[in-house]
């Protein structure tokens, strides 16, 4: 009697759909499972291959199947999505993750470890405490700006609208704006300070982890960027090439060619846009150094040519598709000889 050789999970909070096929892909099962089922029917297979689309709560799941002795693949969802037949159900999703997962071209997604995605957590705190901080400067310079007080952009033009905030004798601000602002001052130093505590535990990682200190040596990326890229990419062997890790990232130029004849626009920018937009953030300051820039005499070439920004794409790419070497091969970065275009 045949048994299941390959199997697609499509994973959700509570319900779960099971499509599993033999090794010529004749259905063997379609059944669903309640969350609390799942180890329990897996622990009762024979070892097999297991797809899952990479999505919320698909890591951890890909760690507990693969404790029990199955192969698991996750799949990023728009790669499942062509083998969806007609409508979408739960029932076909699996179908779906069954077919793609056996594709010998599929691309798959690493698994992370637990400590791995402990440091997305911390990057993505972080960033969420960002954003609310830019909100509240924006809110705090709208409604000074009601009154006529207005400054510079940056930390120290808000610094002096704070100043204004705390001086009584400025008769500009109303008392009653003077103490509803002074709540929102308040908040933005204490996003200040929950922010500074979460680069210092990064930066305590970023010590700790030899990956991520070899990434650091490469100019315009720092232990924010190396720690996001070393926690992001489990495996740097999952990508062939530096080339297809740069297009990972979107940041390669997208192709609408046909006919022998090559159409090139602007960067995808498909993928992940958190990295994405460290390493161009990375770039722009490398840009602003020229130290930096004068050992790429490319960069100078280029800077005569095109555009800045259009600059900052190019060095952004070629600083993923030097992260890469270092991920896949290891060392440490090395500047190019003086003269050396």
Not at 126 to 138: A, I, S
Not at 149 to 171: N, S
Not at 195 to 219: C, F, M, Y
Not at 267 to 280: E, F, P, Q, V
Request: aromatic letters at 4%; charged letters at 25%.
């Amino acid at each position: 009697m045949s048994s299941i050789a390959v199997i697609g999970l499509d994973i959700a909070k509570c319900v779960f759909q099971v499509h599993g096929v033999d090794e010529t892909g004749a259905s063997m099962v379609r059944r669903q499972l309640r969350r609390g089922e799942v180890l329990a029917y897996f622990s009762g297979l024979s070892p097999c291959l297991i797809g899952l689309e990479a999505c919320a709560t698909g890591h951890h799941w890909g760690r507990e199947l693969g404790r029990l002795g199955h192969e698991v693949r996750l799949i990023a969802p728009q790669y499942v999505k062509p083998y969806v037949k007609r409508n979408k159900t739960d029932a076909a999703d699996a179908e779906a993750i069954c077919e793609a997962v056996s594709r010998p071209s599929m691309r798959f997604v690493g698994i992370k470890s637990t400590e791995q995605q402990a440091v997305m957590v911390l990057h993505r705190s972080r960033d969420l405490l960002v954003r609310q901080r830019t909100m509240v400067v924006n809110a705090l310079r709208g409604h000074l700006a009601e009154f006529g007080v207005v400054e510079a952009q940056g930390m120290a033009g808000t610094k002096r609208l704070i100043a204004v905030l705390g001086d009584a004798t400025d008769r500009r601000v109303p008392a009653l704006a003077r103490r509803v602002l002074s709540v929102t001052v308040d908040h933005l130093r204490g996003l200040m300070e929950r922010i500074g505590d979460l680069e210092r535990e990064l930066v305590a990682w970023h010590k700790q982890s030899e990956v991520s200190q070899r990434l650091a040596t490469i100019p315009g990326i720092g232990p924010i960027t190396a720690t996001a890229l070393a926690a992001t990419v489990p495996d740097a062997s999952a990508f062939s090439s530096a080339r297809q890790f740069a297009a990972w990232l979107g940041l390669v130029p997208r192709q609408h060619s046909t006919g022998g004849k090559p159409r090139l626009g602007g960067i995808s920018k498909r993928g992940d846009g958190y990295l994405r937009r460290l390493l161009m953030t990375g770039a722009t300051a490398a840009l602003r150094r020229s130290k930096q820039t004068r050992a790429r005499p490319w960069v100078q070439e280029l800077l005569e040519r095109r555009p800045a920004k259009v600059v900052a794409v190019a060095l952004a790419n070629k600083m993923a598709r030097t992260a890469w070497a270092l991920m896949h091969s290891g060392g440490t970065y090395r500047a190019p000889k003086p003269g050396r275009a």
